[in-house]
């Protein structure tokens, strides 16, 4: 991966622990939103991502390209590809159990990813220096060990959950997490 020093993890770097509340090994994670580009089952052209964490460290999810994530004729988008290693970056740091929003993405594009593709999606946490967490994705073609066609590293930064409903939409927030307290 050709990766900056932005999304290298600092040597004082702590080692990632997976929240007490976390999903445990071997469990579903959830769509954070049911509109979501990304995760979300109401988005009609979405990448419609189904997470899960095998160990509870790392998470997995297949991504078939469909006609509407071309970019050349019967070709994935880059920046759909992009989407998709933000997406299971995004799913991975749900594992601390507290939001994050990404601050820098860097995408390697190692082969072209025909439509009807599944690509198998796997990101880990390489360290975590207080708000900031320096994270890792791959998208394989095929297989969980298939040609890699697209690396990606990340720098996600911790917000609250105000940050969401400051800049977004507090009322659909609400909604969809009933734990969230919306403040006039
Ligand atoms: C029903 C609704 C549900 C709602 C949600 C429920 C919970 C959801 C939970 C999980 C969601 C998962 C979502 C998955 C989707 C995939 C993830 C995305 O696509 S997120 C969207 C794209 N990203 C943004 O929109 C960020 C926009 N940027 C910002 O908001 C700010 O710039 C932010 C928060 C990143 C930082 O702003 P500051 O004011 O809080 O903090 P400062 O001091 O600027 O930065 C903190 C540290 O980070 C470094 N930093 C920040 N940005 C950097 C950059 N681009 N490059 C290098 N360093 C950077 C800074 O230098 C600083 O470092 P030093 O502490 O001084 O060492």
């Not at 071309?70 to 159990?97: C, K, N, R, T």
Request: hydrophobic residues 40%.
């Amino acid at each position: 991966m050709t990766r900056s020093p932005v999304t290298t993890p600092p040597p004082e770097a702590d080692q990632p622990a997976a929240h007490f509340d976390a999903p445990p090994p071997g469990s579903a994670l959830g769509s954070h939103y049911s509109r979501c580009f990304g995760c979300g089952a109401d988005h009609p052209t979405g990448l419609h991502l189904a997470a899960v964490t095998p160990d509870g460290a790392t998470v997995e999810a297949e991504f078939t390209v469909g006609e509407a994530h071309q970019g050349a004729p019967m070709l994935a988008h880059g920046g759909v590809l992009a989407a998709a290693m933000d997406e299971i970056i995004g799913m991975s740091v749900w594992l601390f159990q507290r939001p994050y929003v990404t601050a820098r993405l860097e995408t390697d594009y190692v082969r072209p990813v025909p439509v009807g593709t599944t690509l198998h999606l796997r990101a880990w946490c390489n360290g975590i220096a207080g708000r900031k967490a320096y994270l890792e994705a791959e998208g394989r073609i095929g297989a969980p060990d298939g040609p890699v066609a697209v690396r990606a590293a990340a720098l996600f930064v911790q917000v609250d959950m105000e940050h969401f409903a400051r800049h977004g939409d507090a009322a659909a927030i609400a909604a969809e997490h009933h734990d969230f307290e919306v403040n006039p």
